[in-house]
């Protein structure tokens, strides 16, 4: 049989969807004339006609036909008494095409050879397509089945039955994945792993989020309002920071919706993330006030050079300005790009308290610090706390929150 059999090569284009037929024909004309090449020196003279319909695959060898005893080129010329043989009407200075049997003239080692370069060029051409698909929605929500649930990442399959890895850091604590789920999530970046297009998805990134906000807020989507910083502490808190470009437009009502239409579908989404959405201002003052929400605060001395921030509340919004494990206040800092510290302001001016500082001798700086960074930062403020409160905030261990309150009751007993 002259032509060869390509079936096997042309399912694996079929399932390369995205590749062109142009292309694809042509990556098989070139695998096979660098054959013929290899055999005959040069493919000048040959034709490779691929039939896309049958699978199979035809090579032409082209020759002028010369008078007898004048053959200067046998690759390029044929004589006319050879050249008569196969056809009887031929004459000199014509060109004559005859077909070339490939299993004859190339044998079974070549043309096995073909068919794996062809296989591995077709894998080329998939994986750079896909890289190239892929990186250019990078940023973008993408949504995937689950196809398989592993300790250290989940592995999707997207809708043309692609690959991408969800590793477990960029997860949200409370996720949980079922083989057969939909799951959605932003493309973080492509990678090339061994030679192989390796996509990460991210659920934790702040572009997730933010993308989840287009997708439920049509004035984000329409530029009317601009997001112009998000943080989150993913699956805990995050912080939202939006500003509208339309003075008839409230942005945090936007965003929020009539009764918390639009923020409760990203919140289901996030797995219950308290997400506080603030008005974007460029007073330094005021963004350090809305990003401590739900906190009310008192007043603020800034530092503008050292970036930082000391805030003065109440006592009973001190626990709201630092949130649970630290998250509030840990995601106003990074809002707002201050160090932020907490105090309580005492109004009360007959109401005596001491500072912790002039505890210095007797209990330990650093446990002071650890003190302080909760917010608090004087005896009353330490022994207004319960001892549970006191260990799960500060970290500080039982023996030592119980020798802490036996100081500080102690001063006091004495004044």
């Known amino acids: 049989m002259a032509s ?55 090579i032409f060898r082209r020759r002028t036909i010369v008078d007898d005893d004048d053959l200067y080129n046998s690759l390029t010329e044929i004589e006319l008494k050879n050249a008569i043989l196969i056809e009887p009407d031929y004459t000199v200075g014509e060109e ?27 894998g ?31 592995l999707i399959l997207d ?36 030679s192989q297009a390796i996509i990460i998805l991210s659920r934790t990134s702040p572009v997730f989020l933010e993308k989840l906000l287009e997708i439920e807020v049509p004035e984000i989507f329409d530029g009317l309002i601009v997001v112009k910083k998000i943080v989150r502490d993913p699956g ?67 530092d503008n050079e050292k970036m930082h921030a000391k805030v ?10 630092i949130g649970r494990r630290g998250v509030n206040i840990k995601l106003a800092c990074e809002l707002t790009g201050y160090n932020i510290d907490v105090f309580r302001d ?11 500082e002039e505890f210095s001798d007797e209990i330990e700086p650093w446990v002071i610090e650890a003190l302080k960074k909760v917010g608090c930062d004087t005896a009353r403020s330490v022994l207004d706390l319960t001892d549970e409160e006191l260990e799960r905030r500060t970290d500080l261990e039982k023996e030592t929150i119980a020798d802490l309150k036996k100081i500080l009751k102690e001063e006091f007993e004495k004044e």
């Open 4 to 58: 060869i059999n390509l079936i096997e090569s042309f399912q694996e284009f079929k399932e390369a969807e995205n590749i062109d037929r142009p292309t694809l024909m042509k990556v098989m004309e070139d695998v096979f004339k660098t054959l013929i090449r290899k055999k005959y020196g040069s493919d000048d003279n040959f034709d490779v006609i691929v039939n896309d319909q049958k699978g199979d695959l035809e």
């Open 96 to 122: 004559l095409y005859e077909e070339v049997d490939i299993q004859k003239e190339f044998g079974r080692r070549a043309i096995l050879a073909g068919k794996q370069t062809l296989a591995a060029r077709i």
């Open 124 to 154: 080329d051409l998939k994986k750079n397509i896909l890289i190239k698909k892929y990186e250019e929605r990078v940023g973008e929500i993408v949504s995937g089945e689950v196809h398989q649930v592993w300790k250290k990442e989940v």
């Open 159 to 194: 809708e043309d039955g692609n690959e991408m890895l969800l590793p477990k850091s960029e997860q949200i604590n409370a996720d949980y994945f079922k083989k057969g789920e939909t799951v959605r999530a932003v493309v973080k970046k492509v990678e090339l792993k061994n």
């Open 236 to 302: 805990e808190r995050a912080k939202v920071a939006v500003e509208s470009y339309d003075d008839r437009i409230d942005p945090v009502g936007a965003c929020v919706g009539m009764k918390g239409s639009r923020i409760h579908g990203i919140v289901r989404e996030l797995k219950n993330e308290n997400i506080d959405v603030i008005n974007w201002t460029a007073n330094t003052q005021l963004l350090i006030q809305r990003s401590l929400t739900p906190a009310k605060i008192t007043s603020i001395d800034l």
């Open 312 to 321: 003065y509340l109440k006592p009973d919004q001190v626990s709201l300005a």
């Open 346 to 356: 005492n109004e009360e001016e007959d109401d005596f308290d001491i500072d912790l």
